[in-house]
């Protein structure tokens, strides 16, 4: 076909593509550029260091930002891991039991943090926690994160399982596999991929959660994104570059495997 | 993917019906405790008197509605007035966050088309491309956004190098930077359901047109914009929402003059200053607000469907 007859094509769309893509990486780029500034000032460029990676480790602010980063890291694996069992458990109820009277509520049920605002679920969670007179800390902060890291790992775990046919199940039970088998033995291994990437995402999603955090935690407990926000309220430092750096590595590298066991997957299905 | 609530699928089979309740039971519970039980008292605390420390008496009240709607005058006995200070932050919130899903479209349209027309190898790496920086930190992207547009930021800088500009732009502090702020932090829930809507139309429907002689742009208008509406739709209601509560966005790059309800609500709630009952009545109307535009979306994505 003749390239003026392609309906497909519309002029100046390629174009919108990539400044899309500009607006979308320049300012990630331009903050992990600076944060290899050596000056202590963020608006002139004194050379290439590493100073203020060391200052994230060793500095003065050095023992805060670990504690910080230990609670984010402590309560997005425990979050994740649970949420990741629940949401596999309910997946296979909703996929897997035939039709029933509740699905449509527990679907509902398991996309409400989805639907509702952040910081609506922010404040509900708090008055929550007041209500029943828990005091703020670690464990109410988990506790929030546990709930709106479910439907993050439903997804891609329930994508996955509508993937798999129920005939391997079928045909192990009809080699005498008990229903437990079947499930641990042969839905649970095809699974994998989708529980895998269930976990990561709800993983990321807990290491960046402000909001919510912002409300439920405590006084003096302090997550990644808490510490973060409340030094750039004092203006935007080198360190904090460094240590945004950081993060976003360890957010691009989660993304990229999720994407990556994905695809390999799924050359493998085809 | 994100945002559109978790889809049903297709029920594949009943293997493991004896133990559904088992399965389901550790969803419920969780789910039903830390969500549906405290938006149920949260709602009910919108209901109860304000105490001055923060949270509240166990006195039923109108007062935080009141508060939102009416202006009683300094002793509370004037004839009520509307107040027009909270009902102008919700209105400026829906401004914003119409003009950021206005944003989003412009870029996100011809952004998820171009994706879907790549050849079929392509596209899932463009909309990994896409959909990266919406899993780096919210925090840090804006806080990003902020360095990069400030006064004296790479941006301006650069404008000023090549001589675009001779006086720095003042972006920061402004509606338009909360506005692509927000275009930013959820611009990927815009290209993905538009996306999947055109990569699902056929173009044999655009061929036809063209091949009786409509111009591409006519084409692109009466044909092809019609056929991926619901795509469309899902895609401004998916930024509208989570836009319009937002707290991040408004804070760090909009400053204290371009107040949104997300800063509203929050201030309630930090310190003794706060008013709670005030901050769940506010919370409740934004929740209202969000539940309705969400029926409209479903009953597009059934529409859709049909």
Request: proline share 5%; net charge positive.
């Amino acid at each position: 076909m003749a390239k003026s007859h392609d309906v497909r094509r519309y002029p100046g769309f390629m174009a919108i593509t990539i400044l899309c893509l500009v607006i979308l990486y320049a300012p990630l780029l331009v903050v992990a550029v600076y944060s290899f500034n050596a000056s202590p000032s963020i608006t002139i460029w004194e050379g290439v260091s590493l100073r203020w990676y060391v200052d994230v480790f060793t500095g003065p602010e050095s023992a805060k930002f670990r504690e910080a980063a230990w609670n984010s890291f402590i309560i997005a694996i425990t979050a994740a891991t649970t949420a990741t069992a629940i949401a596999t458990l309910a997946a296979t109820a909703v996929l897997r039991s035939g039709r029933f009277r509740l699905r449509t509520f527990s679907l509902g049920l398991i996309s409400l943090p989805l639907m509702v605002p952040e910081i609506v679920t922010a404040v509900a969670t708090l008055i929550f926690f007041n209500a029943i007179a828990i005091e703020r800390g670690l464990l109410t902060i988990l506790l929030a994160h546990i709930a709106f890291c479910i439907p993050f790992a439903y997804m891609p775990i329930s994508a996955r399982m509508q993937g798999i046919e129920a005939s391997y199940e079928q045909a192990a039970m009809d080699l005498y596999a008990t229903k437990r088998q079947a499930f641990t033995r042969i839905l649970m291994p095809l699974m994998m991929p989708g529980i895998v990437s269930g976990f990561l995402l709800a993983f990321i999603i807990s290491l960046d959660d402000f909001i919510i955090t912002n409300f439920v935690k405590g006084a003096g407990v302090e997550t990644l994104p808490t510490a973060i926000f409340g030094a750039v309220k004092q203006g935007i430092k080198p360190n904090i570059m460094a240590i945004s750096t950081l993060l976003l590595l360890v957010s691009i590298v989660l993304v990229a495997l999720s994407w990556l066991i994905g695809r390999r997957d799924q050359a493998r299905g085809r | 993917m994100a945002g559109g609530g978790a889809t049903g699928g297709s029920v594949q089979a009943d293997t493991y019906r004896e133990a559904r309740t088992w399965l389901l039971l550790p969803a419920w519970l969780v789910l039903g405790i830390l969500t549906l039980a405290p938006l149920t008292i949260m709602l009910v605390y919108s209901f109860l008197t304000k105490d001055f420390r923060g949270g509240v008496v166990w006195d039923f009240s109108l007062a935080a509605y009141d508060q939102f709607f009416f202006d009683r005058g300094l002793f509370g006995d004037d004839p009520p007035r509307i107040e027009w200070t909270y009902i102008g932050i919700f209105w400026r919130s829906i401004w914003q966050a119409g003009l950021a899903t206005l944003l989003s479209l412009a870029v996100g349209f011809p952004t998820a088309y171009f994706i879907a027309t790549r050849p079929e190898r392509e596209r899932a790496l463009w909309v990994f491309l896409v959909t990266i920086p919406y899993w780096v930190n919210l925090l840090i992207r804006t806080v990003s956004m902020r360095f990069l547009l400030r006064n004296e930021g790479p941006l301006n800088d650069g404008l000023m190098a090549i001589g675009v500009i001779s006086e720095p732009l003042a972006i920061v502090n402004t509606n338009l930077a909360v506005q692509l702020g927000l275009f930013y932090s959820y611009l990927p829930f815009m290209v993905l359901p538009i996306y999947a809507a055109v990569e699902r139309y056929n173009f044999a429907l655009s061929e036809a047109a063209a091949d009786l002689y409509a111009p591409r742009w006519t084409v692109l208008r009466r044909i092809l914009l019609p056929a991926v509406r619901p795509g469309i739709v899902a895609g401004c209601i998916l930024v509208f929402v989570p836009s319009l509560g937002s707290f991040l966005a408004p804070d760090l790059l909009g400053g204290a003059r371009n107040f949104m309800i997300g800063s509203l609500i929050e201030e309630q709630f930090k310190g003794n200053a706060g008013n709670w009952p005030f901050g769940a009545a506010a919370s409740m109307i934004l929740l209202t607000l969000v539940l309705i535009l969400l029926m409209v979306l479903a009953r597009q994505s059934r529409k859709g469907e049909a």
